[in-house]
């Protein structure tokens, strides 16, 4: 088999400057720097072998070697922050790597995003000759397989209305078309199943599995294992930015990426030490699970425990939209419920006040089945922004359950499905049963 | 035959190294070009009520103030060309400087999600924000084109030697345009200068004047703007030559053009490899 992608020990570094408020470097701060730095050394000559400023080689990916035969669908996955789209980058050439080097056999087409460069003036007949054109389909393509573009999208009848008067799910389902009907040898996808509803995920998934099963190589970076595991012939599992497991066998891999986060890391307990998530509404600083009395607990969990999850933060400034809660993912990474302090009657929300502040809530006993989760913190702002987003971007815990299923002398392993949880069962008699008998009575 | 081609397609990233095919790629992104231009001219002028009048207003407006000012508050000398015809010859070719770098210059801004998200080469931005402003230049020479009915004012043989003196313009555009592109992206400064050069440049450019105006031992030092040569070049085209050529200033400009567009490609790619990493 030929080899389709061969990367030999490819490396990118950012250099990232600490206390870095703006997202662009300003000429002024440049030359301020330059003054001072240029003061510094005339006025200590000997401190110059002092290590400038709070600068910092971040190294995104590195030692990164691989070798991607054609024909196999590689799945990418890992831990936000893992390297994965800054891989993935490098490999569309967005962004040059620092070192090393990588080989490519044939035309690739990357997706990093649906609809990328749509622009919401134009009609959907515009942006899909002007969407083709930026992924590189050449014009007599796009114009051979418009019709199939438009009916896959089925969006007919809003031909020729700008976009920006589409429904989402309108917007989506076009963008994700054009993507769809390219033809590249090598397909590059990040993370494109993150959007969109049940319908139109499941739509993207066949087709993406119809790509595959051409014969077609595909890189694909998603947090949905399950999604991973239907289409992937192989996994790749990075972790701060190196190659930590590399397989055939697809289940092992994702297996190993939900576990190695609870064993190596023991993260029961995730306490903020860098700063992260600032805002005045709510600046998460601990969060964790714990026993009733607010101690931590340690390693796995029978299911019939009282487990909290608590949720410590700085208010600086009250909101009445802020929304504390957390989401539970299974360990093939499928979301199983959210879970946030304002569901209930308004009466009943759990109040905040000013300074820290800590929300906690029980997590349903004999619910989970046995097995390791991660539990994501959110914080949002309703309807106005997300201040930790679960499963995007959030502090997070994993939790192992075992044993403790049910009282039952016929219970005792994990069952199969998602979730045991022991209903309550009655019996009556039938009505069959009873009719006679009321009919003696009267 | 296409699959053949694509067969042999091999491509090889590796740090440190710019890319081999360039100008290659370009070559094949060059309906991206055409559809980008397409897109920004399809967008200029949606949701306005007057549309592309837009395009002719502008200019029109700045060459009343233009003659009201020079011609006949200052009384400046235009020989027996009608004023307006003077001012116009130069308002449109700065005009169309002007708002090319300006574009140019914004351009990889105004699409930064297509750096982030997508390859192609970069030089396709700024380029195409320069044809759709070349449109607005097409549409605002009818300005022209009508003063010159109404003075019955003809352009002679010189004429054929326009389209030169707009290539020069162009280059001069492009040149800038992609320096200050380029520095956009790293440093955002440059969008405060780009307003100041568009603004500063049009009173050290013979527009509301004639060159000839500039004393002889300044000439050649007044042709370090490469606007001058490119602004004399269009009057000496359109008005039969009334407008004598000077050329040593039309030279030193025209070479200076050529030095900034080559240092602009040049420091453009240089830079190109770590846009998505800035912007």
């Known amino acids: 088999m030929t080899t389709a992608i ?13 206390e870095q408020a ?45 070798e991607i035969p054609e024909g196999e669908r590689v799945g990418i996955i890992g831990r936000n922050g893992a390297g994965k789209s800054t891989l993935l980058k490098i490999l569309s050439r967005i962004t040059a790597p620092t070192k090393g080097r990588i080989t490519i056999h044939g035309r690739v087409a990357s997706l990093l995003e649906v609809g990328t460069g749509f622009h919401p003036e134009l009609t959907g007949r515009e942006n899909i000759f002007l969407n083709g054109a930026i992924l590189g389909m050449p014009r007599a393509t796009i114009r051979r397989k418009f019709n199939d573009i438009v009916e896959f999208a089925e969006i007919e009848k809003f031909l020729d209305t700008p976009v920006k008067r589409y429904s989402s799910g309108m917007y989506l389902r076009l963008a994700f078309s054009v993507a769809a009907h390219l033809e590249p040898d090598i397909l590059v996808v990040d993370e494109v199943l993150a959007v969109g509803d049940a319908q139109f995920q499941k739509q993207c998934l066949g087709k993406m599995e119809e790509i595959g099963s051409t014969g077609r190589t595909v890189l694909f970076v998603s947090h949905n294992m399950a999604a991973v595991e239907r289409i992937c012939t192989s996994a790749v599992l990075l972790d701060s930015g190196t190659i930590q497991a590399r397989s055939e066998n697809v289940p092992a891999v994702i297996r190993e990426y939900m576990s190695f986060g609870g064993t190596r890391h023991g993260a029961l307990e995730w306490l903020n030490t860098n700063g992260a998530y600032k805002s005045r509404q709510f600046t998460p600083m601990r969060f964790y699970i714990g026993a009733a009395d607010g101690t931590v607990v340690m390693g796995a969990q029978r299911n019939d425990t009282d487990l909290y999850v608590f949720v410590e933060g700085l208010i600086d400034e009250l909101d009445p939209s802020l929304q504390i809660g957390y989401a539970v993912y299974c360990e093939s990474g499928e979301l199983l419920y959210w879970s946030f302090h304002t569901d209930a009657k308004e009466s009943e929300w759990a109040p905040s006040h000013l300074g820290r502040c800590v929300f906690q809530s029980r997590l349903p006993r004999r619910l989970l089945n046995e097995g390791h989760y991660r539990i994501d913190l959110g914080v949002a702002l309703f309807c106005r922004q997300w201040l930790c987003e679960p499963g995007i971007r959030c502090p997070y815990v994993y939790l192992e359950i075992s044993g403790g299923l049910s009282d039952s002398p016929y219970w005792s392993q994990r069952r199969p499905g998602l979730l045991s949880p022991v209903l309550p069962w009655h019996s009556s008699v039938s009505a069959d049963e009873r009719s006679p008998d009321s009919n003696s009575k009267s | ?34 559809f980008l ?10 949701q306005t009520v007057i549309g592309i009048l837009w395009a002719v207003i502008r200019p029109l407006l700045a060459i009343v103030v233009f003659t009201v000012i020079f011609g006949k508050l200052a009384n400046l000398p235009s020989g027996d060309i009608p004023y307006p015809i ?12 002007a708002s090319a770098f300006a574009e140019a210059g914004n351009s990889l801004i105004g699409n930064s999600n ?7 080469p970069r030089l396709i931005i700024p380029a195409s924000a320069i044809v759709v402003t070349f449109v607005d230049f097409l549409i605002s020479a009818l300005i022209l084109v009508g003063l010159m009915l109404w003075y019955g004012f003809l352009p002679d043989w010189r004429l054929l030697a326009l389209p030169l003196f707009i290539v020069v313009a162009i280059g001069a555009a492009l040149g800038i345009g992609l320096w200050l592109a380029a520095l956009n992206v790293k440093y955002r400064d440059f969008r405060f200068v780009i307003p100041f050069i568009a603004q500063f440049g049009l009173y050290v450019s013979p527009v509301g004047f004639s060159s000839s105006v500039v004393p002889e031992q300044w000439r050649l030092l007044y042709s370090i703007n490469p606007l001058v040569g490119v602004i004399d070049g269009f009057r000496w085209a359109l008005l039969r030559g009334q407008e004598s050529i000077y050329w040593p200033g039309l030279i030193l400009s025209t070479a200076l053009v050529v030095l900034l567009l080559i240092s602009g490609i040049v420091f453009f790619r240089r830079a190109e490899r770590s846009f998505a990493d800035f912007i």
């Open chain 1, 22 to 66: 703006q997202s662009y470097v300003a000429l002024r701060d440049v030359l301020t720097d330059g003054t001072k730095r240029l003061a510094n050394r005339l006025f200590n000559p000997l401190e110059r072998n002092r290590p400038q400023f709070n600068k910092e080689e971040f190294w995104a990916v590195r030692d990164i070697n691989l």
């Open chain 2, 37 to 46: 231009a397409w897109r920004d001219i399809l967008v200029r002028y949606k």
């Open chain 2, 114 to 120: 297509l750096i982030s998200k997508v390859y192609f």
């Open chain 2, 86 to 97: 003077l001012v116009c010859a130069a308002m449109l070719p700065w005009q169309f400087f």
């Open chain 2, 1 to 34: 035959m296409r699959e053949l081609v694509q067969d042999k397609l091999v491509l090889i990233i590796e740090a440190g190294r710019t890319e081999r095919h360039y100008w290659l790629d370009i070559w094949r992104y060059r309906e991206l070009f055409y």
């Open chain 1, 6 to 18: 061969k990367i030999e020990d490819l490396g990118k570094s950012y250099v990232i400057r600490h």
